[in-house]
């Protein structure tokens, strides 16, 4: 077995189907969104922005990510590597171009080639600098493996880091997988409704972004009705049924009776919606779909409405033309026929926590979503532009009108801050280095403890302070700073980062509030945003860049909430190295303030 695992990953890591996943979307899914895009009215061709102009709109073609490079201040641009990235606090980011028709009384002009925005980019994936492919494309050749880990080093990197995290503003970030329900998948269960069990036929049904709930439930007297998203309250499945083409009764018993006792319940429904609701043909289904859903309005208005919704509402995975009207009328059908399944115990209910049911959003999914949406807000922004401009007298010129921040900080607010589009939160997280199987961390910062019972300074036995901090700063095995200090309880602890590096001159101070309210140790995390803590973070993968990191704490100071100009010093701080191969094993040195 172990021979099969270690077989398993010398070709892969364990991010690998992250990385596959990010570089499908590269490579298939941002051009499918790019031709599906449709703005103006419902009769806009797909790849298309309509604009209010007579006889001017925009068609799109194709779209290329570049490579992450970096603006310098004398305006120079020039590759970035993840790395430079960490050290300088930059975002690892690679622009995107895309082609833009302009079609003027049908006829198409010459294609303008716009710079669109930003796209993060994932570490190791196929547009990534420090990736295989990139030193192939250069060297003009095949590298083995030796002299691909080479390349890295002379790079700066680490070899043994498998990538797939995205670094936005310095720092590390994942996309964590998501578990969701299988779309376009029908769920029979029981659900309550006032204290009662029915029997509910659900699917989820998701095309290009849009996710529409669709529910058929079998009521107390056997009446099987729909919600479908769009319409207030339920409809009779069988008057959807024939309003989507599905007309003779003998059509409907054909497709929904598998079981010789479902035919009275399906023969009771057809009557049902004949004596109740007055339909019994496609026309007057449509008539009555019509006056729920815009009653009051114009006939012609009202069946418009209906129409939209049998298109592009209901079920849009099956379709959004007139055609696929048949085929969404079979899937009802069949989703009416498992409720009745369910109902004659012909059936047990799905279970919704099988994997069977469940389908897991990997980096590339999560970033198709988030593209998607920040993408139709450029293009709407775009149209917007085109039609101020046209309406105050300029020249309309696409290049002009793009503003390229729409999409960059839509992608980057989400990247930075973990809030995702459908409502999701903490979808992107800080990578935790202390595990190789960890997908998250919380922020990496400096543990401080409160021990009310010792003297100040003396916080670990003699043998542990004689180890000094400069050895600890050097050792290649160095993972993390503890910091344990002496005061008393309910303290408010003020830590100053300083750098003692020249070259990582600019700081940030951050507060951490402590507080125990008995005799004993209480540790607290401390953000830190301090290019002096990232540099070293960034030395722990690699033994040579540690000589010349500098501990990021100088100066420590503890003073009491309720006296805030009181401060007390601590007079030393003790640094504290854990071993990764032992982890009990802790080795300390005091560095005296």
Not at 3 to 26: C, G
Not at 247 to 271: G, K, Q, R, Y
Not at 421 to 439: E, F, W
Request: charge should be positive; hydrophobic fraction near 40%; glycine fraction near 6%.
């Amino acid at each position: 077995m172990r021979e099969l695992v270690d077989a398993f990953y010398a070709e892969r890591t364990v991010v690998n189907h992250h990385i596959a996943s990010f570089n499908d979307f590269l490579e298939h899914r941002l051009q499918g969104i790019i031709d599906n895009v449709r703005i103006g009215d419902e009769e806009t061709e797909r790849g298309t922005i309509q604009t209010d102009i007579e006889g001017f709109k925009i068609k799109l073609g194709r779209i290329s990510v570049k490579r992450p490079v970096v603006k310098e201040a004398d305006g120079s641009l020039r590759p970035l590597t993840p790395m430079e990235a960490r050290l300088r606090n930059l975002t690892y980011q690679a622009p995107i171009q895309l082609e833009f028709i302009p079609i003027i009384d049908g006829v198409e002009h010459e294609a303008e080639i716009v710079n669109i925005g930003k796209l993060p980019i994932m570490a190791r994936s196929n547009h990534c600098n420090i990736a295989q492919s990139t030193f192939e494309e250069t060297e003009e050749r095949k590298l083995t493996a030796e002299e691909y880990h080479a390349k890295l080093i002379e790079s700066g990197e680490d070899s043994l880091d498998p990538g797939g995290y995205f670094i936005s503003n310095g720092t590390e970030r994942v996309l964590i997988t998501l578990e969701d329900l299988a779309p376009n998948r029908v769920l029979v269960e029981y659900a309550t409704r006032y204290g009662t069990d029915v029997e509910v036929a659900k699917v989820f049904s998701q095309h290009e972004g849009y996710r529409a709930l669709v529910i058929v439930e079998k009521k107390k007297d056997g009446t099987l009705m729909v919600s479908v998203p769009a319409a207030s309250g339920q409809i009779p499945l069988i008057v959807l049924l024939r309003a989507l083409g599905m007309e003779s009764d003998e059509e409907i018993v054909n497709t929904m009776v598998e079981h010789p006792n479902m035919e009275p319940f399906i023969l009771a429904n057809i009557e049902s919606a004949a004596l109740e609701y007055s339909v019994t043909n496609q026309e007057e289904a449509v008539s009555y779909l019509g006056k729920r859903l815009a009653g009051g309005q114009a006939k012609e208005y009202r069946i418009k409405r209906v129409e939209n919704l049998m298109d592009r509402n209901l079920l849009p995975h099956l379709g959004n033309d007139p055609a696929d009207r048949i085929t969404k009328a079979i899937f009802l059908a069949r989703m009416g026929q498992a409720v009745l399944e369910l109902a004659l115990n012909l059936r047990q209910p799905d279970d919704k926590d099988h994997y069977a049911n469940k389908r897991l959003k990997l980096a590339g999914d999560l970033m198709e979503d988030l593209f998607r949406v920040g993408f139709m807000a450029l293009a709407k922004d775009l149209k917007y532009q085109i039609e101020r401009a046209h309406a105050r007298g300029r020249e309309v010129k696409i290049a002009t009108a793009v503003r390229s921040d729409v999409l960059t900080q839509r992608l980057l607010h989400s990247l930075a801050t973990g809030n995702w589009v459908g409502g999701r939160a903490g979808v992107s997280q800080l990578l935790d280095r202390t595990s190789n199987l960890a997908a998250k961390r919380s922020p990496v910062g400096v543990s401080i403890g409160i021990q009310s019972r010792e003297p100040p300074g003396v916080v670990l036995s003699k043998a542990a302070r004689k180890r000094s901090a400069s050895s600890l700063r050097t050792a290649s095995g160095f993972r993390s700073f503890e910091v344990i200090v002496s005061s008393r309880p309910s303290l408010r602890a003020t830590i100053v980062h300083r750098s003692i590096n020249s070259e990582c001159a600019s700081f940030r101070d951050t507060s951490a509030h402590a507080s125990s309210s008995h005799a004993g140790y209480r540790a607290v995390q401390a953000r830190t945003r301090s290019p002096v803590m990232r540099a070293t973070r960034s030395a722990f993968r690699s033994a040579s860049a540690c000589v010349r990191c500098t501990a990021p704490l100088h100066r420590l100071s503890v003073s009491s909430p309720k006296t805030s100009t009181r401060k007390t010093k601590i007079d030393s701080i003790i640094l504290v190295r854990r071993d990764i191969a032992h982890p009990q094993k802790l080795e300390a040195g005091s560095l005296k303030l």
